[in-house]
């Protein structure tokens, strides 16, 4: 079996350029990288376990992308220019073909960014997983956050929430027949990141669907010390969707997490520009609104009651209603 130098050595070492930020990469104590002036540092890092943020079965190179697409996704939330990133591994096997599957799909995601992979650590033992942390740049002062949204604003979501966790459904109840999309929603997340760019200096607050909408516009209701009032009739449903979940699709826009959409406020003065994204080709829908209070709540078709939100939304310590 390959030792872990040989594993760096094949697999890692050489697998991206260095950016112009990362003085010293991979192979010494630690890697050594330069902030531009002017600009400030947004850094995160998440942990993908296997059989608890991705089936045991999933392909090598779709847990590279996606373990790469979580990170660039906060970076897309606090509207920053991915830079460079650490990548910490756990192998039980050591298993070599993994790894290669895993640094392909890891590369792919990161070439179409430009960031630099500048160091890491690779072990041993346990259950498969994978962490990833990643630092970009942005204008001092000019970062995105949870913080800003304001009584007016309007809400916005970008893409189709609620395909990741439909397909992620559909594959554990064995169902045939699965529209391929839904699965590439799952494995093969796109990170946002030339929305959130789009959006520095324009939105209120923003966040990454990462819970689900009604638990992450949770976080910007509580962050903003505000209420958010979603309407029924105005989330988005792709055909694909709605295809496979009929009346419970709007459970998935939901409660659905892992689609690394982007959640956003704008002031009501602000209308989005299909341009604002990579391709022009992503929807940006207005879901709701910002009002005073605090909250989230639904607002159905029929002009009844609005429904508090709570307790929507994955969470991994127990799923207590709050
Ligand atoms: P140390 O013993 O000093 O912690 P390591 O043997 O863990 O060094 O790693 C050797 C070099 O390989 C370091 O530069 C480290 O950053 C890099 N490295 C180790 N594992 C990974 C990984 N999974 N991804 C990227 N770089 C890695
Ligand atoms: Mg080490």
Redesign the pocket.
């Known amino acids: 079996m390959a030792s ?2 040989e594993l ?1 050595e094949r697999h ?2 050489d697998l991206l350029p260095l950016g112009e930020n990362v003085r010293r ?7 050594v990288v330069s902030v531009p002036a002017g600009r400030e540092l947004a850094v995160s890092i998440d942990t993908l376990n296997a059989g608890v943020h991705f089936p045991h079965a999933t392909d090598a190179r779709d847990v590279g992308w996606k373990a790469l697409a979580c990170g660039l996704s906060d970076l897309a939330a606090a509207g920053a220019d991915p830079d460079w990133c ?4 756990t192998l039980p096997e050591g298993d070599e073909a993994w790894l290669a599957g895993f640094a392909e799909g890891f590369a792919d995601l990161a070439r179409a960014h430009g960031i630099s ?6 072990t041993g033992g346990g259950t498969l997983s994978v962490t990833v942390q990643v630092a970009g740049t942005v204008p001092a002062g000019a970062g995105l956050s949870r913080r800003g949204a304001r009584p007016g604003d309007r809400v916005y979501v970008s893409g189709f929430p609620g395909e990741a966790a439909a397909g992620l459904a559909a594959l554990l109840e064995g169902a045939g027949g699965i529209d391929p999309r839904l699965i590439e929603r799952l494995n093969r997340p796109v990170p946002r990141v030339a929305l959130g760019r789009a959006l520095r200096g324009r939105a209120s607050a923003c966040i990454d669907l990462s819970d689900g909408l009604a638990a992450d516009a949770e976080h910007v209701a509580r962050a903003s010390g505000v209420a958010i009032c979603l309407d029924a009739s105005s989330l988005p449903v792709s055909d694909a969707l709605a295809a496979r979940a009929g009346d419970r699709a709007i459970d998935h826009v939901l409660g659905g997490g892992d689609d690394y959409e982007l959640c956003f406020t704008l002031p009501a003065a602000v209308t989005p520009d299909p341009d604002w994204t990579a391709d022009g080709t992503v929807p940006l829908t207005c879901v709701g609104v910002v009002e005073e209070g605090t909250g989230v709540y639904l607002r159905h078709a029929d002009g009844g009651d609005r429904e508090r939100l709570s307790g929507r939304g994955y969470r991994h310590f127990g799923n207590s209603a709050s």
């Open positions: 872990e130098f760096i890692l070492a990469g991979i192979g010494d104590d630690c890697a650490t990548l910490a591994l992979l500048a160091g890491g650590d690779t």
